[in-house]
């Protein structure tokens, strides 16, 4: 039996990857255009940019290298081999001295200098520096950015169901609205549904940062229930806004944020399976009532808020790595 592909099937692959390779183009021509302008002095900074744009930035940079180019890398390689191959290759025409390699956090610093060049620096995750005046209300539990299967999204439903039936007074506010860059995933909008027919408020669109940030501040404990099998080594710049506002915040165990929760001694931090609802629900309840409350950070917390400033960050950024 034939099993090989119509014609068809073989033009469609052609054209499409004729078309990648197009942009490709397109897009490495834009980058050396925009670093033509700079100078010795220039620093250039690329931050969360998939490993594909990476490896293009910086081709076009090392092409004609005038100033730095600090690139913030934010994903994890999972262990997967042929990831590993992508970091690898995208990072395989940086040099020392005009390419400056960070992550935001320590752990994906050290998972991903051995697949670099050179050692990659670190630089934390930063936030705003805007501290709202709205006030927290008590019980609003919020759950912020695009819906993402990797985020927990579809573990929403179960945990708000098991609050409403436990009568908790809980009253979540759900950022659910879709990512534009993945692919139709119809679970999400199943629990969208879901959560809807719950009861629970439902914000479809995306915000400006003022208004996200008020949104933040309105709750008085954020559920970040992340996938700790990807999140392991992975920030989180809700995480950080929510723990500078005072609010508490639930996340998943086995996360960076759980692991930076103890290492930091964040106090409003409380780390659960968030494929168990009893317990995250219980957990929710216990966020809630230390979010209410007015927050003076430790010392310890108060310097990793202080780091995550966006002139602290800026300033760590051109220091360049050590």
């Not at 179960?158 to 990512?179: C, K, N, S």
């Not at 009893?278 to 009532?289: K, R, V």
Request: charged fraction near 20%; glycine fraction near 6%; hydrophobic fraction near 45%.
């Amino acid at each position: 039996m034939n099993t090989a592909p119509a014609p068809s099937h073989f033009a469609a692959r052609a054209i499409a990857r004729i078309g990648r390779t197009l942009d490709q183009h397109r897009r490495r021509a834009a980058y050396r255009a925009l670093f033509a302008q700079g100078n010795t002095e220039a620093l250039w900074f690329l931050h969360t940019a998939p490993y594909p744009e990476i490896a293009l930035a910086i081709e076009a940079f090392m092409a004609a290298p005038m100033g730095r180019l600090a690139v913030m890398m934010r994903s994890d390689h999972d262990n997967v081999p042929a990831r590993m191959e992508q970091i690898r290759q995208a990072l395989s025409r940086a040099e020392k001295g005009h390419v400056d390699l960070w992550a935001d956090t320590v752990d994906l610093a050290e998972a991903l200098t051995p697949l670099a060049p050179y050692p990659v620096g670190c630089s934390p995750p930063p936030w705003t520096g805007r501290i709202p005046t709205v006030q927290p209300v008590r019980g609003r539990i919020g759950v912020f950015g695009a819906r993402r299967r990797q985020k927990g999204y579809t573990l929403l439903e179960p945990i708000a169901r098991v609050a409403q039936a436990r009568q908790t007074g809980l009253a979540f506010v759900v950022h659910g609205y879709a990512h534009r860059e993945l692919s139709v995933d119809p679970d999400l909008d199943t629990t969208t549904l879901a959560l809807c027919e719950l009861g629970v408020s439902v914000i479809d669109e995306i915000l400006p940062t003022a208004a996200m940030e008020d949104e933040i501040a309105a709750c008085s404990a954020v559920l970040l229930p992340y996938d700790p099998t990807i999140y392991r080594r992975g920030s989180s710049g809700m995480f950080v806004q929510a723990i500078a506002m005072g609010r508490a915040a639930v996340v998943s165990e086995g996360t960076w944020m759980a692991a930076e929760a103890r290492r930091i001694g964040l106090s409003r931090v409380i780390a659960v399976d968030p494929t168990d609802p009893e317990a995250t629900t219980g957990a929710l309840i216990t966020a809630a009532c230390m979010g209410i409350e007015p927050f003076t950070p430790t010392a310890p917390e108060a310097a990793w808020i202080r780091a995550s400033l966006p002139d602290n960050v800026l300033k760590t950024v051109v220091a360049g790595p050590r």
